[in-house]
């Protein structure tokens, strides 16, 4: 079956330093790719997300390109502040599907 | 506006008590969900209605008890809930299949706390 699986956290940076947050998925079928943030105490948002193989997904610095021949989906961010902090889940929704399969999470903080 | 609104935002409830959550989707979806997330614990689904029928319960406690009346409501019954079931509720709801790169939508969750 589908599935996610991200890097272990926390991953802790200060800011301004450049964020990766690793993300591969294994898929039957050619799955839509998202990454979702989570602010604390509150629901998980969209962030970026990409529908097929070499599009890049981008939004507030953040970016993701989708590699199918390494069926990877890695988040990334050039000069990274406090307010990123946050969770970020990885996941996938194969094309005609339901289900959205989300990997584990990944707790981020920035300290200043 | 997420599109999706959940309430109350909060909730402190004793373990006799018995209290609704209430989520409203805006969006047009014909796919509504529950999950439950706990701390260090991944997201849990806990139950889907599509066109507000229920298709999936993943062998959630008979304590919790969904209702979807209509397509755009979703709410979740709760009745002598244990200290562990405290955590954050989040509804969500989605087009029933995948088009065009679309996600799910999910509110800002219920905080519930079981005393």
């Known amino acids: 079956g589908d599935s996610v699986t991200q890097m272990e956290g926390p991953v802790t940076l200060s800011e301004e330093a450049f964020l990766t947050i690793n993300c591969t998925y294994t898929?039957?079928?050619?799955?839509?790719l998202f990454w979702y943030v989570q602010y604390p105490g509150e629901g998980l948002q969209l962030l970026l997300k990409?529908?097929?193989?070499?599009d890049k997904g981008s939004n507030k610095g953040f970016e993701a390109t989708y590699r199918k021949e390494t069926t990877s989906f890695h988040l990334e961010k050039g000069s990274v502040q406090v307010s990123d902090s946050a969770v970020y889940f990885c996941?996938?929704?194969?094309?005609?599907?339901?289900?959205?399969?989300f990997g584990q999470g990944t707790r981020l903080t920035i300290n200043p | 506006e997420t599109g999706v609104t959940q309430t109350p935002r909060h909730l402190v409830m004793g373990m006799t008590n018995k209290k609704s959550l209430k989520c409203e989707q805006h969006?047009?979806?014909?796919?509504m969900y529950w999950y439950k997330q706990s701390a260090k614990k991944p997201l849990e689904l806990m139950f889907v209605?599509?066109?507000?029928?229920?298709?999936e319960n993943n062998s959630v406690p008979s304590r919790f008890s969904p209702e979807c009346p209509n397509s755009s409501h979703l709410f979740l019954h709760l009745h002598t809930l244990q200290p562990e079931d405290s955590a954050l509720y989040l509804c969500?709801?989605?087009?029933?299949?995948?088009?065009?790169?679309?996600?799910?939508?999910f509110g800002s969750g219920t905080r519930l706390t079981v005393v």
């Open positions: 969500a709801s989605s087009q029933l299949a995948e088009t065009g790169g679309s996600g799910y939508t």
């Open positions: 209605y599509n066109f507000k029928e229920q298709t």
């Open positions: 969006l047009g979806h014909n796919a």
């Open positions: 898929a039957t079928g050619y799955p839509s």
């Open positions: 990409a529908t097929k193989a070499d």
């Open positions: 996941a996938l929704r194969d094309q005609g599907a339901q289900k959205l399969v």
